[in-house]
């Protein structure tokens, strides 16, 4: 992208003018042609600023003209003049919304933050005239009402049961004057959830921890140390920068042995977003007063209640009860891990009681201490170049796709890598993925899937496949070294590969059912099941290779990651499990205008659970972007350990048969990254396991189990109604 056609003082004039007359007759908005690009890729290159609020206003304008259509129709609502054709409007609003989303997360500009400033409030708008537009509800409604006597395909009329509950979640049955109330308040969160995520942003980028005696950096990897020389100099500094970025923060709590050093980054990192002018406790308060409202406008006693009913969990307390069973286990292995660090500190003669800021360091020493396994010499075996060779593999063996870098490919950042995915035997383009690996300011933490463009298959053979992609914050490349990924990051990569795959291999004909387009608590599936094959010996000896030599990852090395994988599965699943009950809490509250002490509920919450004072929330509120950054994972964070329990479940089946198995790989392909969200989730799952799931495989893989009460054995994650 050209980012030198307006400069950050004239973004607000590009707000409310279109360009010059002069300008316009040169060229033409890149939104509003073909892109005439390998695969419809969009011309990245030929995007400026001035395109994205001239091409979205004529999207909106056309959505609106499309959905007066419908209404305007004559004749019986039928799924073709009506649902199919709402399903295929929008079309120049969605092509501008799947750019400007992606690139306002991986290159966030001060210019992209003035135009999101208009953005995300029309298009919130838009969505809301559209979906409280009676007319067009009430042709929806006929559709529904007829479902059963119209003779159509069970993905259709799952599209019309999934639709008319969308609206009718959306306020189509309110009054006018209480829809005018739920516009207003969409509207607000939408503005606070900019808010919210803005204040992260720049929280995020101004915390540097500086050390400039190089003693203090003892024990913390040579490549870390380079990382952050680098850092000081790329910010005109002398000695060491170390930020809140994981790849710089991770690995100076786990090794550093400066213990004042790892107090100041992880004190840093829980009060983030906590104070000044970046505090989102402010924000956090505004947005449980916007959910309560909206829920209680809709008529469900309370925003958890709300965002629960529409996912295979059904109510908060099918989650909660998912998550307590996980939560005794996991606390109790706390206490054995804290006992276990404590012990070889006072072997050690540190002179210490464990703190939270030492959960890292000890764990680590603990692992080194127990099964000869040291991390840093692991990551020598796992160079990123290495691990994405890994994941193609991996896909290749499992489903048959094959992946082809294409160099000269449209990309949105020098960093990012686009590929060709095809099928393996007969060449048939399947989908497009990219890649965007390393950490940048203008890039927002952690890691991600999404797409520029959807799939479907329409009656008139019309269709297109999916241009997909991957992004994540990994440990850069130095002057000396290549990016060698610790564990956790092989694990993201191939987290999000599996997203990635359940977008690029969907066979589902309608939009709002291809890829990802399933329930919450289901999407994690793919991406968690597809963690299972990273450490699996016959694919490491596959593609771990040290980043010197050359050299296969030795068997001795891969029995020791064996014999410690379910190392500080205490401390893990409990700061996980810790903020899914967390967020839930916050979806149960119904503030009643008055303002929340955060971290005084925080507290509560932990001490009501009895979460161990050495560990904390996974996220503390004032950076939990899942849930206070959009409604996504607001009341849902849960879902990934309600997908753990199927993903774990669901890989026992291939443990069983052959982790690269074809039928089990084929059966897993074809009922559920094909499938999306064309039949309910549940039924699919049963299809390729062949019976429900239980909560044993989860503790199993963790290294949490213990064997059950009589009343326990036969505990299922269900759905009411008994499926």
Known sequence: MHKSIITAAAAVGLLAAQPTAAFAAERTNPFMAPYGTPYDIPPFDRITYDDYLPALRQGVAEYRQEIDAITRNRAMPDFDNTILAFEQAGKLLNRVMLVFSSLDETDNTPEMTAISEVAYPLVSQTTDEVMMNDALFQRVKQVYDRRNDMNLASDQKRA?????????????????????????????????????????LAATNEYTLEVTDGKRLGG??????????EEAKARGKKGWVFTLHAPSR?????????????????????????QGKNDNKPVINKILQARSAKAKLLGYPDFAAYMTENVMARTTDNAEQLLLKIWEPAVKRVHE???????????????????????????????????????????????LENVRKGIFSMAERLYGVKFTEMPDAPKYNEEVKVYDVTDAKTGEHVAVFMTDYFPRASKRQGAWMSEFQGSFVDPDGTSARPIVYN???????????????????????????GHGLHGMLTRARLRSQAGTNVDRDFVELPSQITEHWAMEPELLKAYARHYKTGEVIPDALIKKLEA????????????????????????????????????????????????????????????????????????GYYTYLWAEVLDTDGFELFKEKGVFDPATAKSFKENVLEMGGSVDPMDLYVKFRGRQPNVDALLRNRGLYVEPTDSDKNTKISQPGGK
């Not at 913390?220 to 020389?229: D, G, L, M, Q």
């Not at 932990?606 to 979460?611: F, H, I, S």
């Open 564 to 635: 410690a994988s379910t190392h500080n599965q205490g401390f893990t699943t409990t700061e996980l499990v810790g903020a899914a009950l967390l967020d839930l809490q916050w979806g149960k509250l119904n503030p009643e205008g008055k303002d929340v002490d955060v971290a005084g509920f925080e507290k509560e919450v932990a001490e009501k659970l009895g979460m161990p004072s050495q560990v904390q929330f996974r996220y503390r509120s004032p950076y939990f972007r899942h849930i206070f950054g959009s409604d996504g994972y607001a009341s």
């Open 160 to 200: 019309v049961e999934e639709l008319y509950k969308k609206f009718v979640r959306s306020g189509a049955l309110l009054s006018a004057d209480k829809k005018e109330q739920l516009k207003k308040i969409n509207t607000e969160l939408t503005d606070l959830y900019l808010k919210f995520n803005k204040n992260l």
């Open 337 to 383: 891990e804290v006992a276990e660090m404590q012990a070889l500190a006072d072997k050690q003669g540190a002179g210490i009681t464990i703190e939270p800021w030492d959960y890292y360091y000890y764990a680590e020493k603990v692992r080194k201490d127990k099964y000869d396994l040291n991390e840093d010499e692991v990551r020598a075996y796992f160079p």
């Open 471 to 497: 992004v994540g914050n990994f440990s850069k490349p130095t002057a000396d070294t290549p990016s060698l990924l610790t564990l956790d990051e092989v694990e993201t990569m191939f987290h999000e590969f």
């Open 250 to 274: 991770l690995p100076l709590l786990q090794y550093a042995d400066d213990r004042d050093l790892r107090r100041d980054m992880y004190q840093a990192y829980i009060n983030l977003a906590s």
């Open 220 to 229: 913390i990897p040579a490549s870390n140390v380079a990382a952050a020389a």
